[in-house]
């Protein structure tokens, strides 16, 4: 992370911003899944394996998401770009735990920065409750820009906190090699946690869970030809 | 450019001011501004009515938005009453949410995201996550673009419309096509990433996967698998650290 250039560090900047942007307000074209976004980010950085292994782990812990109604959830997005820039550069086998672990806390504040944004954006509401009970458009045009611009913000701020994040850890924490295995294989066991408790609850007790099954048992076969 | 072409790309931002009390409310306001554009001329008062209807409360899945966009536009330039026009939007809120949530978030995305998962071990690389892209948006772009059609076309008869759509069918089909993408994906990206540590390290991994499954199962809602995997890696550093 350190050694980015600031050209690369900019390119991160921006692709963070776009995709926390995409995963409530605009456009919500899939860019902000960890696989999309940890992908490009590590074609930003050089490093397309850190992108691909970083991104599909934290892909796994989105799937325990199901973005309905007013819910709760992290933003994986911009902490997917984050984490990437931490481990773009070492072996995967020693960068993926402590990439993920900072990837999972940015994904919380995410998830929290989009609680303030959406509060900010009913207080935008009310300051203009009288243009809008007068019929006023340039007023709702108006306040689906600010949001917008409040929501890119966001997007920003968290990646560039995570790119700080991550340029601090890089340089400052170091572990030794075990340590740093043992950790990426409790980020995998968890993220898998994550995904089968995800499979499992939008499954039900139904057919669909017998196409659960079925789809497990291909991929044991898969993985196993593979 | 057309007022519903307008309103259609507007639509992909109907989200921009999501909050927890208009909900979708004025991304719908700003969607419906190009389509309600022709009522001006022809009768101001009921154009600024029915902007004022076009940003209050609304919330449903915002693929499927464009029907009840399309539907309480068209019932705006019937001239019908302004709370037979709350009442449709009211009453669509529930089933556009419960079916598009079903279509998209629990069908299609999962769907495809599994696939591509496969793909990407398999050694598709970019070309699986681009399908993924291509083919989502894709879904979606006309899925936005039926919807506005068919809510204009039908306006207060759009429940019928809905109901006799390729909707309910395709929402029974891509469930258990979800369900088999994700089943498949979670022992292919297994076996992809411990495969290189050998044997013991597959069944310490396999432990904490047992474990964030129970221990989230029990102590849910409060423990999710972020918090499971924050503080089994504290809990890990902190056992590294005293020598274990």
Redesign the interface.
């Known amino acids: 992370m350190s050694e980015l250039s600031s050209q690369v560090v900019l390119s991160l900047l921006v692709w963070g911003t776009l995709v926390g942007l995409d995963l409530v307000s605009v456009p919500q074209a899939m860019i902000s899944r960890p696989l999309v976004a940890g992908t490009v980010a590590g074609w930003l950085v050089g490093d397309v394996e850190a992108g691909l292994r970083i991104g599909v782990v934290v892909e796994l812990f989105a799937l325990d998401v199901l973005p309905v109604g007013a819910v709760r959830y992290p933003d994986y997005g911009p902490a997917t770009v984050a984490a990437v820039a931490l481990g773009a550069g070492s072996p995967w086998e020693l960068s993926l735990g402590l990439s993920t672990a900072l990837g999972l806390v940015l994904a919380v504040l995410g998830g929290w920065s989009l609680q303030t944004v959406r509060r900010w954006n009913a207080r935008a509401i009310q300051r203009r409750a009288a243009a809008l009970a007068a019929g006023e458009s340039s007023a709702i045009r108006r306040l689906q820009y600010g949001a917008l611009l409040r929501d890119a913000a966001r997007g920003m701020i968290l990646t560039l906190l995570g790119l700080v994040l991550a340029s601090g850890i890089k340089e400052r924490v170091l572990l030794d090699r075990q340590t740093a295995v043992a950790l990426t294989l409790v980020a995998i066991g968890s993220a898998l946690a994550a995904a089968v408790n995800g499979a499992v609850r939008s499954s039900g007790r139904k057919a669909r869970l017998k196409w659960l099954l079925a789809g497990a048992g291909a991929g044991v076969l898969l993985a196993v030809l593979a | 450019m057309t007022g519903r072409l307008r309103a259609l790309l507007r639509l ?2 109907v ?9 979708l409310g ?2 719908m ?2 969607a419906a ?1 190009p389509l309600l554009e022709d009522l001006k001329a022809v009768d101001p008062v009921r ?6 209807r ?2 209050e409360f609304f ?1 449903c899945n ?1 693929n499927l938005a464009g029907l009840a966009l399309g539907a309480t536009a068209r019932a705006e330039y019937e001239a019908l009453p302004g709370a037979q026009i709350v009442r449709l939007r009211t009453a669509l809120c529930s089933p556009l ?1 419960a079916m598009g ?1 079903e279509l998209f ?2 069908g299609l ?2 769907a495809l ?2 696939a ?3 793909g ?3 050694g598709a ?2 070309w699986a ?1 681009a399908g ?2 291509l083919l ?2 894709g879904i ?1 772009l006309w899925t936005g673009y039926w919807s506005l059609r068919t809510g204009m076309e039908s306006g207060m008869r759009v429940g019928a419309a809905i109901g006799s759509s390729w909707l309910p069918r395709a929402i029974e089909r891509v ?20 495969k ?2 050998g044997f013991s ?1 597959g069944v ?10 129970a221990l ?2 029990w102590f849910s809602p409060f423990l ?3 918090r ?3 503080a ?2 504290i809990f ?2 902190v056992l ?1 650290r005293v020598g274990v």
């Open positions: 992909f931002a989200q921009g001011t999501w909050n927890y009390e208009r909900m004025v991304g306001g700003y501004e154009h600024g009515e029915a902007v004022v076009s940003a919330n915002p949410g949530d978030w629990a995305v999962p995201i599994g591509a998962l496969v990407v071990v398999l690389g970019w996550i993924f892209l989502y948006n979606r469930g258990p096509a979800a369900a088999f993408a994700i089943g498949a994906a979670i022992p292919v990206v297994s076996a992809w990433y411990l290189p540590f390290a310490g991994a396999a432990g904490v996967l047992m474990a964030g499954i989230t199962r999710t698998t972020v499971f995997a924050l089994a890696m890990l550093l590294r």
